[in-house]
């Protein structure tokens, strides 16, 4: 089974930038986020060169307008395609925070283009072990640190209220915690991560479970950087938040069943083991009888050889050895052999028949069940009749 690591999860970039509603959304100032993004000199931006709608998408023109310029609204929420310098459209998910008596509004953007193809990427190796994982779209939540460590939320789309276990009208009531919903095993973590944040200016990548419900509790992604500072100083964060409890559930049963394939495998008879079509001399899962058969511990095969079978091999069989198998597959063939010889750990050198069968997995990959026969004596004995 293909292992899902961290880095193959999500990736959030941030991008600010302030615009005034007054003059067609003209850019007044951007971080170098943005700037990069769309191509334009910060120097040009202090200069009011460019306009933000002018690099969103004609079609989300009016909507973005409507979205920013509603009345008695702080804080926006929207989700328009940007051309980046390169000319390229990529959604964003942003929020806008309108200030009072002013003109100005501070958008943040959030690119998640990069998180799109690591979705993907995930889905992919989900499949392998037979799941087909339904994503559902995450939310925005913006909720800054009081003086006596408590978050409080002061913003949260539909996505952030379906996580959340609440409803707008609720989390828009003062002093919605949202340390009092996250669950207690986790609360640890997550305040360090955010003491962490409020230390180095870094953003917040981290994962928890929320209690929507009594006994009932989801698995959250969140991405997350300070935005802003209020009157007293506290620090305003903003959070893109991701429902991954599916992809918690299926990671788990993926787990189970990997781990019971390994129990199975690792009681089968005879020196048997598995491995992919793209590297037949690298080891996937043994037996018992295969560690006894070839003389070296799980530890020096896996941890020390990293599982290449090749490394226990004459050196000058391996290139024979791996044309003969590619050979055999391009032909089409389910049913594999081949003879090689193996440096055992009891420092005898044992000639090995290779038994492999092809199998064809879900997703059109193909895998090999290979054992391995003893057939020293037999080479042996052919060629002193040969002699003979």
């Known amino acids: 089974?293909?292992?899902?690591?961290?880095?193959?999860?999500?990736?959030?970039?941030?991008?600010?930038?302030?615009?005034?509603?007054?003059?067609?959304?003209?850019?007044?100032?951007?971080?170098?986020?943005?700037?990069?993004?769309?191509g334009v000199h910060p120097?040009?931006?202090?200069?009011?060169?460019?306009?933000?709608?002018?690099i969103v998408k004609p079609s989300d023109r009016e909507m973005l307008m409507q979205s920013l310029c509603k009345k008695d609204s702080p804080y926006v929420y929207f989700e328009a395609e940007l051309t980046d310098k390169q000319n390229n459209d990529i959604l964003m998910f942003g929020t806008g925070h309108n200030y009072d008596n002013s003109t100005l509004c501070r958008i943040t953007l959030a690119d998640v283009s990069k998180s799109q193809q690591k979705q993907q990427a995930l889905q992919e190796k989900a499949r392998e072990m037979n799941y087909l994982i339904d994503m559902v779209t995450?939310?925005?939540?913006?909720?800054?640190?009081?003086?006596?460590?408590?978050?409080?939320?002061?913003?949260?789309?539909?996505?952030?209220?379906?996580?959340?276990?609440?409803?707008?009208?609720?989390?828009?009531?003062?002093?919605?915690r949202l340390d009092d919903i996250i669950c207690p095993e986790d609360i640890s973590r997550v305040y360090q991560a955010i003491g962490k944040a409020m230390a180095t200016d870094e953003p917040i990548d981290i994962e928890f479970r929320t209690i929507v419900h009594k006994d009932e509790y989801k698995w959250c992604k969140v991405n997350a950087a300070i935005e802003s500072y209020d009157e007293s100083d506290n620090p305003v964060f903003h959070a893109m938040l991701t429902d991954i409890t599916d992809i918690k559930e299926a990671e788990e049963r993926a787990d189970k069943m990997y781990d019971?394939?390994?129990?199975?495998?690792k009681n089968l008879p005879n020196a048997v083991f598995s491995t992919d079509t793209e590297d037949p001399l690298k080891l996937q899962i043994v037996s018992e009888d295969f560690i006894k058969f070839i003389g070296w511990s799980r530890e020096?095969?896996?941890?020390?050889?990293?599982?290449?079978?090749?490394?226990?091999?004459?050196?000058?069989?391996?290139?024979?050895?791996?044309?003969?198998?590619?050979?055999?597959?391009?032909?089409?063939?389910?049913?594999?052999?081949?003879?090689?010889?193996?440096?055992?750990?009891?420092?005898?050198?044992?000639i090995v028949e290779d038994r492999r069968k092809v199998v064809n997995q879900d997703d059109g990959s193909k895998s090999m069940f290979c054992s391995l026969r003893n057939v020293t004596k037999k080479f042996q004995n052919s060629a002193v009749a040969q002699l003979v």
């Open 1 to 38: 089974m293909a292992e899902i690591s961290e880095e193959d999860l999500y990736d959030v970039e941030l991008m600010n930038l302030v615009v005034d509603k007054a003059d067609n959304l003209r850019v007044v100032e951007s971080d170098s986020h943005f700037s990069e993004f769309a």
């Open 43 to 54: 120097s040009k931006i202090k200069q009011g060169k460019l306009y933000f709608l002018d």
């Open 138 to 176: 995450g939310g925005v939540c913006l909720f800054k640190v009081t003086d006596d460590m408590h978050l409080v939320i002061q913003y949260l789309n539909e996505g952030g209220c379906r996580l959340f276990g609440t409803s707008k009208s609720k989390s828009i009531k003062q002093d919605y």
């Open 260 to 265: 019971n394939l390994v129990e199975v495998f």
């Open 300 to 350: 020096i095969l896996f941890d020390e050889h990293g599982g290449r079978l090749s490394d226990f091999m004459l050196e000058r069989e391996i290139k024979y050895v791996r044309a003969n198998i590619k050979k055999q597959l391009d032909s089409g063939e389910n049913e594999i052999t081949v003879s090689y010889s193996i440096r055992s750990g009891r420092g005898k050198v044992l």
